[in-house]
């Protein structure tokens, strides 16, 4: 009885969906706060952040068992997105693919990215995959490398690329920038950088775009410094401080230097305007070379400091 009341709901909700012309988006992994986060923000009119266009109708729940910060929190995340959003739940990624338009794949655990998402780019459903997009280059190259050939389109994104700074401190005549935020480690990434440093690496890469070719780091318990030298002369600086920090830019530009505010807002709403859109259109906002190229500089930078600080050249 229950089953059949929940599939009544979610056949009622696609109807409303097809009815309105939203979108209608499935979540893989309730593992993280982004999963209430966007729901709230694509699901609720009367949320002030509402991004319209698209709603979440279901969610498969998954978890890692070996990750504190995902079994901790599946479950619960799960509970509320079942009760309070009404969201259908189910046991298996292809069939709920079946069910939606696009996906919103939200595992908090980089490492299962490329496992989870080989039955959305069977069932050719464009997704949206959030950081970090892997846990190693490998599987970075991987998951872009299936979706390429089966002609599925994906891109993935820290919110800080759409925040204030990353949109409004660029300039045709930067030399270089510094960019700053929170880079806690997690052990089970073996690209380290991308379980949260992501972030201002994500941040450097809006203001200078790519073409990165070495990078050295210097490591410490408290921070790290990753300093990425580009093919045009340009120099990148990232500082990922422990356990937690602020964020922040510095542009430096052929005249002047440009600071950020030091209460830059940032927010989901500008990156789910971005989701929705590339759900819409099938265009990747961020092309997919780039977002490789921020798992190259992440891994020369896991390579550096390896070496103990020699200059690495992107793989």
Not at 160 to 169: C, D
Request: glycine share 8%; with cysteine; hydrophobic share 40%.
């Amino acid at each position: 009885m229950a089953r059949m009341k929940a599939l009544a709901v979610l056949l009622l909700t696609g109807a409303l969906c097809a009815a309105q012309g939203q979108i209608r988006l499935g979540i893989v992994g309730t593992d993280t706060s982004h999963a209430i986060a966007f729901t709230r923000i694509l699901n609720d009119p009367s949320s002030p952040d509402h991004v319209p266009g698209a709603r979440i109708v279901a969610a498969y729940k998954g978890g890692s068992k070996d990750l504190e910060s995902s079994w901790s929190r599946v479950d619960k995340y799960a509970a509320e997105l079942r009760d309070q959003w009404k969201i259908e739940f189910f046991s298996d990624i292809g069939a709920m693919c079946r069910k939606v338009d696009g996906i919103l794949l939200e595992s908090v655990d980089g490492r299962v990215h490329l496992e989870q998402v080989k039955p959305v780019i069977a069932a050719g459903k464009p997704v949206f995959i959030d950081k970090p997009l892997a846990a190693t280059l490998e599987d970075a190259r991987e998951i872009a490398r299936l979706a390429k050939e089966a002609g599925v389109p994906w891109f993935s994104s820290s919110s800080l690329r759409y925040g204030e700074i990353g949109t409004t401190m660029k300039y045709p005549d930067m030399v270089g920038a510094l960019t700053w935020g929170p880079g806690p480690i997690d052990e089970h990434h073996y690209l380290d950088l991308s379980w949260y440093a992501i972030h201002p690496i994500e941040m450097l890469y809006a203001l200078m775009g790519p073409g990165c070719v070495e990078v050295t780091r210097t490591y410490t318990e408290a921070a790290d410094v990753v300093v990425g030298r580009w093919k045009d002369g340009r120099i990148g600086t990232v500082r990922a401080s422990r356990p937690y920090g602020p964020y922040g830019a510095v542009v430096f530009r052929t005249k002047e230097v440009a600071q950020s505010n030091p209460k830059a807002a940032a927010g989901y709403r500008p990156l789910l305007v971005e989701v929705v859109k590339f759900f819409e259109t099938k265009q990747p906002p961020v092309p997919n070379e780039e977002t490789l190229e921020i798992f190259a500089f992440m891994d020369a930078a896991k390579r550096s400091k390896d070496a103990g600080g020699k200059p690495m050249p992107l793989r």
